[in-house]
């Protein structure tokens, strides 16, 4: 295709009447050809997404591409409440753009994130002219990592989310009281992103923050989700597979904040009967990068490359292209020929690609390390007492954010950093094995158990798997966090959901294992008071315990591939 034809805000009428526009990128000769639709809340023309999407080099491969704005967002009329219409007008834009002049009549979705979630709306309201979507890195849960996380506040993805999609809400509300006014409160709520770090994140209470008070965007709040359950389900996949008919390739980064929701919906959507394919690398919510943290992954693992397999777009265009016209599949040029495993996934540390057949892996043997009173970590269980290891967690002093599956403001990156400034804290407890004389692989999903005390009503527990190498560097793997109601003074059971991973932990380095109670600001500080309402005058000092007895046993379970070198 060397001609494409771009048509710029083309409307589609909702249901109830309401016009959204798209901005639609399609061969310039005669079809039919398959619709590929994006629909999204961040504007169809900002050069980020266009970047990510590449409608132009789609519509050259001989695809109608359509890019939505959402409703009530940049070009389209009506409200825009988060996730709240996505099904409904999901289903109406998927059958407009079947229409459209040229199509053969079948749409296939892409995108990532919201717009990955948006496929997965439209998919449960099963539109007839939609037959494949390709979400990449969108949650299953929203109460699993964009909303809340074991029970924690999501405040680090949350915050900064909910002001930046403030910034077109306050441009139209203001529309008609002029210039002047428009840029004052812009202008304001730029002042709030730009110091979010240093003061946005630290007022309370997070759960009704001041911020989104004061520039009167309370409904994007994610906090709203709690006050308002049917927000949350307006946009939960978990538990509604049965009602998706349309197969879907799963994109997925073991450094992404929704990470566990993307393996998810490839599990539930396989245990369902409906085709899926699953793609894990090792990136970060952005992008498929090969640099995340402090580590290079190497060349191989960037989206631009896929270990020599083709670049990540043309891996959707080639499997939604076998849904939507399977004729023309052969006409796709060889560098992304064959088919496409049920599982692609980036093991890292060995840094390789690796297909399989299925996700959880069956050979993975879940193995518990104990957590030991001298700061071991062992695969032997303690057979006596061996008293409890302590700390004080003081909400006024929690934990700094350092890594992980994070989407926060741009002080904080995500993936595996140096651990060396959290585990000199007094706050953080740190149990280390001895060093490996094999290579130790680590693919699944990993939990902790511990058995706790703490003198506090309420309180977290954050657990982070980590790798030590030879010069003594502790990097992060991964980590989770429970909020818990307590019987104070008195020992509960605790399990953790670290979430997944795939990680080779090489001969020479050693597995650590931190345990605290903030990870701030990636989730909000819990103030250790039952009755408190949030706010920094009611925060006190927890007393926290950590059982290492053969009764009340500290544990993590790691999922471990047998035998590397011939996985």
């Known amino acids: ?9 083309m409307a589609a009428v909702m249901r109830d009447g309401t016009v959204l526009r798209a901005d639609i990128y399609r061969p310039d000769q005669e079809g039919p050809w398959p619709v590929l639709l994006s629909r999204m809340p961040y504007g169809k023309g900002a050069p980020s997404l266009l970047a990510m999407l590449e409608p132009t080099a789609l519509a050259k491969q001989g695809f109608i591409v359509v890019l939505q704005d959402t409703r009530g967002r940049f070009s389209s009329d009506g409200d825009w409440e988060p996730w709240t219409h996505e099904e409904q007008d999901g289903y109406d834009s998927v059958q407009w753009a079947a229409t459209l ?3 053969n009549g079948s749409v296939g979705m892409y ?49 900064p989310w909910s002001l930046a999609q403030g910034i077109d809400t306050v441009m139209r509300r203001h529309a008609a009281d002029g210039p002047a006014v428009v840029g004052d409160a812009v202008a304001a709520l730029v002042k709030d992103l730009d110091e979010i770090c240093t003061t946005a994140y630290w007022e309370t209470p ?16 994610f906090e709203h989700s709690r006050r308002e359950p049917g927000w949350a389900a307006s946009c939960r996949v978990a538990g509604r597979y049965q009602e998706v008919e349309v197969p879907s390739l799963i994109i997925a980064g073991w450094w992404d904040c929704f990470g566990q929701g993307s393996l998810d919906n490839f599990t539930e959507a396989r245990a369902a009967g409906r085709p899926a394919n699953l793609i894990v690398g090792p990136w970060p919510h952005p992008g498929p990068y090969s640099q995340v943290g402090d580590t290079n992954f190497g060349l191989g693992a960037s989206g631009d490359l896929m270990g020599f397999r083709g670049r990540l777009i043309d891996i959707q265009s080639r499997w939604l292209r076998q849904w939507l016209a399977p004729d023309a599949v052969d006409a796709e040029p060889p560098a992304v020929q064959g088919a496409l495993p049920p599982v692609l996934l980036f093991v890292m540390g060995s840094n390789q690609w690796r297909e399989e057949s299925e996700w959880p892996l069956a050979r993975a043997v ?20 061996e008293g409890s290891s ?36 007094p706050d953080v407890t740190v149990f280390t094995s001895e060093q490996l004389t094999a290579d130790l692989e680590v693919t699944g999903r990993v939990r902790a158990t511990l058995h706790a005390v703490t003198d506090a009503e309420t309180t977290d527990w954050v657990v982070r798997l980590c790798d030590v190498d030879p010069t003594g ?33 090489r001969a020479g380095h050693r597995v650590r294992v931190q345990v605290t109670s903030s990870n701030f600001p990636r989730w909000d500080r819990n103030t250790n008071a039952r009755a408190s309402d949030g706010t920094a005058d009611q925060m006190t ?13 500290s544990f993590i379970v790691l999922p471990i591939i047998p035998d590397v070198t011939e996985a």
């Open 390 to 425: 302590h700390y004080s967690y003081n909400p006024h002093n929690p934990v700094p954010t350092t890594g992980g599956s994070i989407l926060m403001s741009s002080e904080f990156r995500a993936g595996p950093m140096d651990q060396a400034v959290v585990e000199a804290r």
């Open 541 to 553: 000092t927890a007393a926290q315990g950590i059982g290492h007895d053969a009764v009340r046993r």
């Open 473 to 505: 560097t502790s990097t992060n793997v991964v980590d989770g966090i429970l909020r818990v109601d307590t019987r104070p003074d008195e020992y509960m059971e605790h399990i953790i959901d670290l979430w997944s991973t795939s990680y080779v932990f």
């Open 206 to 221: 997070a759960d009704h923050h001041p911020a989104f008070v004061r520039h009167d965007i309370r409904e994007l709040g």
């Open 111 to 159: 995108g990532s994130s919201y717009l990955g979630n948006a496929q997965w709306m439209a998919a449960l309201s099963r539109p007839p002219a939609l037959k494949a979507i390709a979400p990449q890195v969108t949650w299953s849960d929203p109460d699993d990592g964009l909303f809340s996380r074991g029970g924690a506040l999501e405040l680090g993805l949350s915050l």
């Open 1 to 9: 295709m060397t001609k494409i034809v771009v048509e710029f805000d």
């Open 101 to 103: 002049p040229d199509s």
């Open 366 to 385: 879940e193995t518990s390390w104990f957590l030991r009173a001298d700061g071991r970590l062992t695969q032997d269980s303690p057979l006596e007492d």
